[in-house]
């Protein structure tokens, strides 16, 4: 399912390209390979023989840069770009990435993805010391650390920067002379290098928008690295070497695109194979499987494989979502109004219907898609996640911040069951998920962060500590009543 | 494939309802599920107390009302609506529907899906008189008419005029105290009549579109109806006895939304009907299915499941594709650069792939989706087109009027095949499109029309003719050169 | 004062050219001279190479062209233009004019400057027939009539329908081979013609317009003439001897710009004759002269000089009133809070202070343009009005279309005086004013309409008829009360 | 004349209020009075319970706040607003101001009038130990100071950053509990306090705005003053003692609006005297005597009552230029193309005319209106300038800043007089403009700066030392030559 309607929320995708002509263009292409990690809010910076030029606003990329013109004209040879749903950092202009900085003699734009678990703290130790914000965007911070930092040259102090900020963080920064791309010490987010025809280097979240500007994929940025990229070539370097991978796994149950690669394993493929899993795990007695368009359509199709059952067209999902400023009022909501999905009724009627989804989070649309597949005249629905119960918070990137928000930390199995009114309700183990993925890895969980499953955090939790553990009390409290 | 991609494209979505409150905002719901249909204008007429009011405007229905107050604005109790994709008038703010007309004394809005034969005769022969016409669109024309019937009442005179018009046609009328839906004697484009929970009658393109308002389907208008809707009720009456319904084949093939039904018959189910037969028509030595996103999904099930094959998702579209106004360059373009399909390469390397689309005009995009594929490493790719060869224009509704735009009026299979680079190339047969379609009718082709396959139209082509004998001497002079 | 501030509205301006490259640039800024005759609403037509395009819109003219293409895109030899105040015809876009017309075989364009009177019952007499209106106002019924016409060729199907209407109006009437212009039989609106350096000929409603593009004044149109300029030249003829001149009075007073001459007779000398014979017949004893800025200044010096008092800036206007979207609330208004206009404390503190207006309407304005006087210190404010009271409505372009609207019509001069809190109140007579205008002609008045003031209009007043006498039958039954 | 016509532009228009319902309302109309500061940029800043909100953008006040509810929304007792002209800064929407801080425990606004002369300094050696600068604007150096001031409460971290700038600078600050108003020590700008019906406290540049708003003028803010407005009421309080009243004399020569009083002198009047002056100074033999609409009437009437010759409208202001996209052509232009000023011929034909301007910068315009007269048939041109010769650059506000661009500084009187084509040419001596203005002050010039006309500053020019010297070595040099 999209992000309008699963109240899930990646915060962005990044995107840097250098030496090549039209590159504001490539990157605009680029980032709307990336739109689906970020609706909100969209930027591009460019270089401009060495001069930086931002263009940046709210909403969909194409709300942004809404006519021919908005692209050419930002004319330059390198570039960065942002693609933005806000987490930390209000609705205002300013948030939205690239952050520009203007030195008087020089240029600075950041782009991030991710969320730095110490921000707080080190905006008010250097508020003390007279610094002046410009947003309340904890990516900011690395800007300040930056320029407050001794060390000898550029290099040094950005590293020296990474080294205090803390958190799930892939940073682009780019500067009249170079990019600088940087990834967090566990791996987090994903961040790849490509390298196109004319010999250019690409650094980007995810596969698809390499395959998109028709760059050759080369690595994955590994946990730890400074890469660094000017006219010379690229530069592979560590800022720390205290690092273990544990990219979040809501990549591959649903945040990445179904054609992106990470780290060697195709997203679409793992997904099918957590709903193979998922169907010897959690089998079903019904007719045909069905799942929730878009992002659950490769479990489905891995289930009813290994079911042996027929994979079908139960659900469609109005191509032209994405933008609606008209909603049902209340009272149509309830008479049936749909705007986004709708339930294929020469296809489900009478059926016994295995409805695959790839995760639940609050709760409130799978009961409003069992509802929409029964009022269709479906038979029994069994409603079937591809991946464990969410039950913790995230903080390294994903907007979930209270377990309370959360159904499954809630409610048991058989509560939600009753609640989504489905006839049964499955949900694939952490064990199988690790496996679905399989990431060729000695990290602990294969190198997959499966916290928001488990609660158990691959680093300290800093600034927000306090609020997991008063969030927790609070659910533990709950529960006892 | 989206109507970006292919140059095949209808020209309208059409939605009416009448006598329940907030009728704009159901019409837009309506019109959002029929936005498939057109998407370079839209407008909504409302009647308020008697009075009506209309706000329409270029691009899509989100362009058009691009605020929350903007359908909020037309409050009233019926409403007709509109998308419109161009054919027939030219690119003016007057060509966009519902038409409105305001007399001294009274007031009239026309909403139109279809195209007429004789619009251009009609139109002279009233100017001559000294008519005055608003838009340079054929639609206008019904209204002349009506006003210079001489039927003593309005039912009467919107009779007459029906008789006069010729060609493919779905017409909506709104008044200050009633709502008419006409259909043309051969039932060229499909028209629903439905019902909502409250009682009020909803009259519309497609059976999606009463899903979407929560309204239940009663009937499909019949070729030669005029159905009218007030405050009374619902009265259903021929304006002429002579018709025999022909639908358009393409809507079932490309137009239609899969989860609608038309005549009874549901259109995926319909399309995987078409894919099964075109395996059996036309097998292929292969390991793996797909289809071209989105509407070609149906049909890859279908033909998937009859050769025993799996069905894999090897092209992923861009969600975010309906609107964007920066395109790659040409050198880009060349360079790989797609911004709305990306081939996945971790399922088509190496394999040999089925791949279904449903239908080829100009044959551009499938050229380059064989590409695709194949630069993604597919070992082979087996082109299957679950429809018959496209060769002569249509004049009903679809924008296609010279057969020279059509690959395969101009090329034989063989010749396709080596430009679109496939391994091998086939298609589906005229019987077995009418046989996988079904409808449950005696007419002719079992009430299908396929004169873009066969040449064989239903009905005099009027102000056409001309312009289509020529067409077809330059194709066959062509073909003996 | 201007026409924000007074409900006293002229409808149009009007301006054309022939045979000149850039014609929609050069009628851009003829119009620019002329928006104070209509802030409501603007367009232009251009014919490009016979092919004519028009653009309208909403608003100033800097509104509805509102970027340096938005003129350019308009590429042609010839153009219409107008800008709009509305009087008959409510707020629809179909309204603005210039009006197009398209026909299977050629193309109109109509602009208009004044009020038809007989326009309801041509529009219900061609409506009763089958014609259709594309907007509500009484402008587009040339149109039909010349379409109806019988007349062999084009000239006398124009002359036939310029027979037909009634009331005033200036016309402008663009086709792709010519330019016609036409006045009423009574020349109620202003209409001139000039001449650029390069041989091209304007047509305009004020002069003022000829000085801004540079053109030479030639002559003044005359009543019931049809002018026609082509690419052979000006032609200028008769469509009716049935003619006497009665000009609009108001156009003197307060409409046309100080720097226009019209018959021959500078509008702002004109005004200080009035404001110089008003200090002869209405004498006060005071220290200094003020206008209302801007439209009363000439008065005001002439007051002053005849007077034998100083001319001083007692009020300024605000330069950027013209467009404000954010209004005082009724709290802050009587707080004194006053965009638009401010008194100058400096001037008038202490002072005996004569204060000139042109003209009074509703008296709104005239009673808080006192109350600003006297809360910046003026000793007594001895208001001057250069014109004689407005007691009947206009029929023939000013908006103006009830006697109860207009305080002089309803209060004699002492209630009127108290009402403003002036501490003396005079009008000029009639005579005077027909004195200071002065035009060098036999017809009655002079060749001025002076019906606003006198009640006896020069003309029959067809359909406004009844409402006249209804509207007279009120005022006199308020005033037995 | 207006700015868009001089190349001389004052930078800013200042407004603040405390405690006051709609306090953005009023605001903003108090902007709109002195929206003829600066026409480039507007921004407001409420104090809503606390919070800080900002509205900028570009253009003018009407442009930002383009609909009622623009200012509707911003809710608050207490707001800060401006109105810009570029000076320092280019042109990004970071530069508009109020310019917004926002800290993790407060927040700030910043709006000024003026200009630093050790801003770049100031900067650089922030920038050296690590701050971070939102804008390329000299305003923020005094929030960056603030901040860093170890200076134990806010009154006194104010102080200590406003004795480290330099230059001419009006300052408002707005935070959650007051607003700050400071002045430079030779208050260079004008800024005046008044108070409104309900006892709130308002701050602006001019008094005109007060009048706009109902405000009673209370006190001009003199030179090192800085007021604070709370909840408690007002404090006054010296920042320094080291001060010399030196307010620039072009606000009484052509920016401040005529209904404004300065240090108790009207501006209209003193603009009289100006005139009056002049008269003595340079009479002529003449027959009327005319202004360059808006800004040189004043003077004009002056001249005229002095020289005992009539006082006439020879030049009409076209009132709508505030704002146009579209531009004359050259060719136009040069055929007498002129959207702006027109002459009347009625008036000026076969006259000898007194042309009287308040000043003259590059004099391109001077040679327009000279012909423009002469076009219309004066006999004669005589051109008289209310102020000596502009010969040397502003760097406290006005927009010049070097002499190169001054006519002045590079031409002889005679020199000029051929330039512009007039039939004599005289100017204002420094003596009668102090002698004019005649400000009740023992302070040098009595307290007006004259250093445009004779080079000396009344202060050193820190950062703007250097680019002086060069350019009058320049200037000597080209002299020379």
Redesign the interface.
């Known amino acids: 399912m999209?992000s309008e309607v699963k109240s899930l929320n990646e915060e962005c995708g990044i995107f840097g390209v250098w030496g090549t002509p039209?590159a504001a263009?490539?990157t605009?292409?680029g980032l709307?390979?990336l739109?689906?990690r970020g609706q909100e809010g969209a930027g591009i910076t460019v270089n401009h023989d060495g001069e930086l030029r931002t263009k940046r606003g709210f909403g969909?990329?194409?709300d942004v840069?809404?006519?021919?013109n908005?692209?050419a004209n930002l004319d330059g040879d390198a570039a960065i770009g942002h693609v933005r749903y806000s987490t930390a950092g209000s609705n205002l202009?300013e948030n939205i990435q690239p952050l520009p900085?203007?030195?008087?003699?020089t240029q600075f734009a950041l782009a991030h993805n991710g969320n730095l678990t110490n921000a707080?703290s080190i905006?008010?130790q250097l508020?003390d010391?007279?610094?002046?914000?410009?947003s309340?965007s904890d990516t900011e911070n690395l800007?300040?650390l930056i320029?407050?930092s001794q060390a000898p040259d550029l290099d040094g102090q950005v590293k020296e920067a990474l080294n205090i900020i803390k958190g799930g963080f892939a940073y682009l920064i780019i500067t009249k002379d170079r990019l600088y791309a940087a990834l967090d010490p566990n791996g987090f987010r994903p961040l790849v290098v490509g390298q196109?025809?004319n010999g250019a280097y690409v650094v980007c979240s995810e596969t698809?928008a390499l395959?998109?500007?028709?760059a050759k994929f080369k690595f994955d940025v590994q946990p730890g690295q400074l890469i660094k990229i000017d006219d010379t070539g690229i530069t592979i370097d560590q800022y720390t070497d205290d690092t273990q991978l544990s990219i979040c796994s809501m990549e591959f149950i649903y945040f990445a695109?179904?054609?992106s690669?990470i780290y060697g394993v195709?997203v679409?493929?793992a997904r099918k194979r957590m709903g193979a899993m998922l169907a010897k795990e959690q089998p079903a007695d019904a007719d045909i499987v069905t799942g929730v368009p878009?992002s659950s359509?490769?479990a489905a199709?891995g289930y009813a494989?290994a079911a042996g059952l027929?994979?079908?067209?139960g659900l469609?999902k109005?191509?032209?979502s994405?933008?609606?400023?008209?909603?049902?009022?209340q009272e149509?909501r309830e008479?049936?109004?749909?705007?986004k999905l709708?339930?294929?009724?020469?296809?489900v009627k009478g059926k016994r219907v295995v409805l695959v989804d790839d995760s639940i989070v609050r709760g409130t649309t799978s009961r409003r898609i069992v509802k929409l597949l029964k009022d269709a005249g479906a038979a029994s629905v069994h409603l079937r996640i591809a991946s464990p119960p969410l039950r913790y918070p995230c903080f390294y990137g994903i907007d979930i911040q209270h377990a309370s928000e959360l159904i499954a930390a809630n409610h048991s199995i058989e509560e939600m069951r009753q609640i989504f009114d489905a006839d049964s309700l499955g949900f694939l183990s952490v064990d199988s998920l690790i496996k679905a993925v399989n990431l060729k890895t000695n990290a602990p969980n294969k190198g997959l962060c499966v916290a928001y499953f488990d609660g158990k955090y691959p680093t300290p939790l800093y600034d927000y500590q306090k609020e997991y553990d008063r969030d927790q009390a609070q659910l533990h409290a709950a529960k006892m009543r």
């Open positions: 999209q039209d263009r490539l605009y292409i709307f390979a739109q689906h969909l990329l194409t840069f809404d006519s021919p908005a692209v202009l900085f203007n030195f008087s003699d707080i905006r008010k508020e010391r007279g610094a002046i914000y410009h309340s800007m300040h320029r407050l196109l025809p698809c395959d998109a500007v028709g695109r179904p054609d690669d195709n679409h493929s878009n359509l490769s199709m494989e027929p994979y079908e067209m469609v109005n191509q032209y994405a933008r609606t400023f008209i909603e049902p009022t149509l008479q049936g109004v749909n705007m709708s339930a294929v009724k020469g296809v």
